[in-house]
């Protein structure tokens, strides 16, 4: 079964510039994540899809950040104007579905450097 | 904030040692998950623990959550140098699967 696909693996930008981040779930994963991790903390949750509705972006900070999941399938997270302490590495997940106990499967991230 | 924060922060221990680390969380839970986070796979889930359940075990992995403490503890026993990676707790609560994760306890196992 292929995994979580993310690109770009890493992206340098400067601040202010905009960026955006690509993920494709395990096929057939109704619920998919975007995380934020910032270097020696864990993840943290940005916004969770189901299909293609939102069902929790309560920690997104809305004045930048910007995610779709237009199809249900593909997603894409956007920064506009990036900010220095955006700096991290942008983690997409996918599950089964939203209840408690589905396992998420993480893909390798996307590591962001804002200069 | 991080629900779950780790104790130690860092681990550095011999090849066929076990390994310890333990994680507190602060509200109730619907479940506890472990995940490892090395350079190499990134973040990969290792176990989940519902909250109506004490220990559990897979391969060379042991979990124990007790609630009334709110807290859990990840035993890696006989480990190699391939398990130098960060673990992470993540705490999931009964309403949608939202994770959130602590700190993480970076362990280094030496040859």
């Known amino acids: 079964e292929a995994g979580v696909a993310q690109s770009p693996r890493y992206k340098i930008i400067e601040k202010r510039q905009s960026v955006a981040f690509w993920c494709n779930p395990i096929?057939?994963?109704?619920?998919l994540y975007w995380y934020q991790q910032i270097l020696g903390q864990g993840p943290k949750l940005l916004i969770q899809f189901q299909n293609n509705g939102v069902v929790d972006d309560s920690q997104l900070p809305k004045d930048r950040f910007s995610a779709e999941r237009l199809k249900g399938v593909d997603s894409t997270l956007k920064i506009q104007p990036a900010k220095l302490e955006d700096s991290a590495v942008y983690l997409c997940a996918s599950s089964h579905g939203h209840q408690a106990s589905y396992e998420q499967y993480f893909g390798p991230g996307t590591r962001l450097t804002v200069t | 904030s991080q629900q779950g924060e780790e104790d130690p922060q860092a681990l550095s221990i011999q090849e066929g040692e076990n390994a310890t680390m333990n994680c507190s969380y602060k509200?109730?839970?619907?479940?506890l998950q472990w995940y490892r986070q090395n350079s190499g796979r990134g973040l990969v889930h290792l176990i989940l623990i519902r909250s109506n359940e004490r220990e559990k075990h897979s391969g060379r992995l042991r979990v124990t959550l007790d609630t009334s403490k709110k807290s859990s503890s990840l035993l890696i026993t006989a480990s190699r140098a391939a398990d130098t990676a960060s673990y992470f707790c993540?705490?999931?609560?009964?309403?949608?699967?939202?994770?959130?994760f602590g700190g993480g306890t970076r362990v280094l196992v030496k040859p």
């Open positions: 096929s057939g994963h109704a619920t």
């Open positions: 993540a705490t999931a609560k009964a309403a949608g699967n939202k994770l959130t």
């Open positions: 509200t109730s839970i619907n479940n």
